[in-house]
């Protein structure tokens, strides 16, 4: 098991890394403080895990909440379902509640969990490659609008992330590859040597084979934890790890949420990301050129849905929590392994971006 | 113009107190970050003061969102109407939200910022004695669920809390009244020379004189800003802020949000507190008979309403934010001016309570 620290002050929580992890109660009873708990996840993980994780906390008072599955359903209806059930059992402020399923489940719990009594704690256990190494860690939870993706949020970090390894098993290869996105993001953003090691291992990873997809993820959520740390609230520099979301997010919203992955949006996100950085002179083409290649390993897409227009982008990012007094700031690459976020580029090279022949 | 602070580190914010505040585009404009401003209201409060605050805004981005007025609305389908028209304008994340009401519009404008994008500025306006004196300062924020009163919430601090007196010439007497609830309160739980005071000046006070408004809101927001400072997220002391609020927040539920305005009811509720108290040994009997004096000559009910039994107050109270690990803590008074939150009393004391014939 590999343990990692977020720094947050007194709002420090650990993140436990591991194949196995839900066969040991010590772990998660270790960070629940009351007699109730309440189970939050959907109608996918819960056949898969929800007795298991149930089986870990026995002596207490469990609840469960079995929501239905996809980021279509990730809006206050649903949300609501966890308020109703919480105050039909009477669950009072020392409540917990337990996040387990993929990021819209954590998205949602976490979300649930800062509203519900004005907030209470929550646990994540994130059972997707992409939550395990990205929406679990750090504090950003929510609900989408129907102008515009977790338009309604807050920052409410967990008490603690469990991620057992032993759930990617039951995960879809497609779902595999969106995860990927995520970890090949922290390479491009921060660790240009990352890079190196997911060219030479992106066959086993996946393949899923133990060891290096622990090793991915623990080196994923060490830099997630490090930017998080320096910067909760996404004053500046957190905002890096938007990498690719931007024009993902306009992807994800034209297609209807839940159409395309999270993941995938991500992926041709990023590629739209690096042909900018190669248009302003930033990175070379032979760093776009590798760049692409790897997201394209991972099974993920390299373009945006031909159908898209310059439009359509300029209309949906336009809502993006990015925008600061009218003006769209991306992230782009610096060079690879560096990433700003910045509003100062022409706007032809970001229109000219938007209508390239990809890939 | 008297100016308290609410000390917390970097979230600390001024309140400032006076006559007249809203002439004065300094005092707003010196709390507004960005260029885009969205004031919440009501259509109550909208054709009274909405044309004033959009007047000392000159050279923002003005939007405007009036809602229904009442407890009634304060839920989730209003709070979108806020998101909506927010997403509807494009405010982004340097938004600041002004709450231009009573506390219904701060609670749910406050509630709004906290999550709108993760979290935007907001100010709070209140225009009713008991916003100003309780609701505007302290970050409680949320909306109520069917199931009982602000269930769903955050604490969230405003950046600046503007109380204009001025405003209470347009309060029916009945809010006015409703208003006195709450100094009385602070005089239970923490003052006894406030209580003096309040005594010899309720006639003034009712007739809204300037002098002594000012006074007693001062003196109610400093034991406010105090307490608050002491214990920002209610761990422990805060709860004293809710001397007779359990019971109080029992009958709204009973009668129906807004059949008795909140004031109203926290008269009763702590008309019953007090009996508890007294029941107890804690305070002797003439303190009981000047306390509910004072609250009758605020213009307040000390009695709940007759039809309600025993078992309704106890099916309600049941779901108070103060149960923890299913006991029922009470604020109760050890002595007159000073409040103990409590569940180390005997079931009879409580039940007596509840079946006494008050006054």
Redesign the interface.
Known sequence: MQRLTVELEERSYPIYIGEGLLQDPELLLGHIA???VCIVTDDTVAPLYLEQVRALLSGREVLSVVLPTGEAYKN?ATL?QI??AL??H?H???TTLVALGGGVIGDMTGFAA??????VDFIQVPTTLLSQVDSSVGG???IN?P??K??????YQPKAVLIDTATLRTLPAREVSAGLAEIIKYGLIRDPAFLDWLESNMASLRSLDSSPVTEAIARSCAIKAEVVGADE??GGVRAILNLGHTFGHAIEAHQGYGTWLHGEAVGAGMTMALAMSERLGWIDHEHYRRAVALIRAAGLPVAPPPEMGVDDFLRLM??D?K????QLRLVLLRSLGEAVITADYPSDALHDTLRKDYP
Chains 1, 2 share one sequence.
Do not use: P
Not at 114 to 119: M, N
């Open positions: 009351g007699k109730q206050w609501q308020f109703d105050l039909g009477r009072d402020r020392r800062a509203c519900y009594q004005r907030g950003k939870t929510g609008h102008a515009g977790n338009m309604i949020g807050a920052f609230r996404e336009s809502v929590k925008v600061l007094d009218g």
